[in-house]
Structure formats: structure tokens, C-alpha cells
């Protein structure tokens, strides 16, 4: 695989919400954010409906939804409650991530290996329903083989512990982590899995995880609503594909 195919990128709206919500208020509009980074050029919008409604709510998911043209990617954790919103919603994916602590690995993904024939049968009526299925998981071989199992479509790779080792200017420790994300990728893709990572990347981190060959899809979100208050939340996507295509070699 070289690197000639452009690599798409979702954007996660999540802390627009976060933001209304402090207050209390109708604003910031997440819908408005959504139709501004799809107007910006994202490939897709990403929200994760919690649990506990901390940010995204019902109704935000549902006005998304129905607001962009381009695809949703619907976060949200493995519950009877989430699937029966997903299959009311019908995104064009779902990703189903950790939220409560028994559902965490050491390393901070879902933990599929541990959970395999639940999660199974979770995801069939929602691939049957034409999502796209999503394990957000870390780049242990374990995860990824059962993701591949259970008949997932997709991983999506928690650079997480990268990003905070970046940060951190543990140079040494990032690079080892980036190398197994590197290696996992492969292993998904060998496995049929399409890859995608996110999760605490940034303008200066980004780069690394872009190159990785088999990753097709970046979804980010924290650090582009943070900057948007500098540059404006247009700028900053542009910025950051800016980045990601450079890093292809683009
Ligand atoms: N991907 C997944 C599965 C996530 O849960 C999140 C955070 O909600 C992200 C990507 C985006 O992470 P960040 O907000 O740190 O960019």
C-alpha cells in the first residue's frame, strides 16, 4: 500500500457541546459546528453519545443526522440503550468505545478480546441495519484478531498514550508506541479490518500517525474545537489536512 490515497478525516463535535452545556444555554450549536467543518471539507462528522448526555444529546444526534450530507459516525458505548438509538438513527457507522472502567483494557481501548461473543452478537443487527461497525481499541494483536472475529469492519486505533508521550517529550516512549501502532495497522489491514485512529492528536502530532500506510481515516476533535477559538474551526481543519497530506506525501 503506498501512500497516494488521500486520508479522510471526521471530525468530532463532541466538546462544542461541552461547551453549550457549561452554560447551560443553546450555544454553541453542534449542527453548526458540523455544517461548518462539512463546509471546511471534513469527510465526516463524528459525535459520541454518552451515557451520562455529558456533551452530545439526543437531539443533537438527531439533528445531526439529519442536518450534513456527509456521513455520521455514531460514538457510543456497547448498550441495549445506544443500540436502539443507533438503529433509530441510522449513521453510516458506529463506533463503539469504552465508557464505564470494567470495559477498559490496561491500554485504553475497548476490550473485544475479553467480551467477544457480547460484543458478536451486539453488532449484528447494526451491520445488519448497514452500519459500519467500529472497535475503538488499542494495538494489542488480542483486540484486533477478536475485532476481526466478532466481524467488526473497522478498528479504530487509540493514539491516546502516543499523543500524551508526545506531549510529554518522552521522545523515546512515543516512538515505541507509534511503532506498535504501526505494527497493528498492518495487522488489522492483513485481517481485511479497515484502520482508522484518533484520539488526542494535534497540528504537531499528527503527522506520524498520518503516514502510517494503512490508515484511512483520522477522527479528531478536542484540539480542532480548542484552536477554533484562535483561528477559527475552518482554518483549523484546513490546517490540519494541510498536515495530514503532507505527512502522505500529498
Ligand atoms: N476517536 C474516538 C473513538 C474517540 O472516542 C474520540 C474522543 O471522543 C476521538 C476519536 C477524538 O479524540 P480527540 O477529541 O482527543 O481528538
Same mark, same amino acid.
Given at each position: ?8 478525516l ?23 459546528a ?10 465526516? +462528522? ?23 450530507? +456527509?456521513?455520521?459516525?455514531?460514538? *457510543? ?7 436502539? +438509538? *443507533?438503529?433509530?438513527?441510522r449513521?453510516?457507522?458506529? *463506533?463503539l ?9 490496561t ?129 483549523a ?14
Amino acid at each position: 500500500m503506498t501512500h497516494s490515497s488521500p486520508l479522510r478525516l471526521g471530525i468530532n463535535i463532541d466538546h462544542v457541546a461541552t461547551l453549550r452545556n457549561a452554560r447551560g444555554s443553546v450555544w454553541p450549536d453542534p449542527l453548526r459546528a458540523a455544517l461548518l467543518a462539512q463546509e471546511a471539507g471534513a469527510d465526516g +462528522i463524528t459525535a459520541h453519545l454518552r451515557e451520562d448526555r455529558r456533551h452530545i444529546r439526543d437531539a443533537d444526534m438527531a439533528a445531526i443526522k439529519a442536518g450534513i450530507a +456527509i456521513p455520521l459516525n455514531f460514538e *457510543c458505548g456497547a448498550t441495549d440503550e445506544m443500540q436502539a +438509538i *443507533c438503529l433509530a438513527t441510522r449513521p453510516h457507522a458506529v *463506533c463503539l468505545v469504552p465508557e464505564r472502567r470494567e470495559e477498559r483494557t490496561t491500554e485504553g481501548g475497548l476490550d473485544v478480546a475479553g467480551d467477544e461473543a457480547r460484543l458478536k452478537a451486539f453488532i449484528a443487527p447494526l451491520r445488519d441495519a448497514g452500519a459500519r461497525v467500529s472497535m475503538f481499541i488499542s494495538h494489542d494483536p488480542r483486540q484486533i484478531e477478536a475485532s476481526a472475529r466478532i466481524g467488526a469492519a473497522v478498528v479504530e486505533l487509540h493514539t491516546g498514550l502516543y499523543s500524551d508521550l508526545h506531549a510529554e517529550g518522552r521522545t523515546d516512549e512515543a516512538e515505541t508506541e507509534l511503532a506498535a501502532l504501526y505494527t497493528g495497522a498492518a495487522l488489522a489491514h492483513s485481517l481485511g479490518l479497515e484502520v482508522h485512529a484518533g484520539h488526542g492528536l494535534t497540528f504537531d502530532n499528527v503527522g506520524p500517525i498520518a503516514a502510517i500506510p494503512q490508515v484511512q481515516e483520522l477522527n479528531i476533535g478536542h484540539f480542532l474545537i480548542g484552536e477554533a477559538v484562535f483561528m477559527g474551526l475552518g482554518p483549523a481543519i484546513a490546517e490540519m489536512r494541510r498536515r495530514m497530506n503532507a505527512a502522505r506525501g500529498l
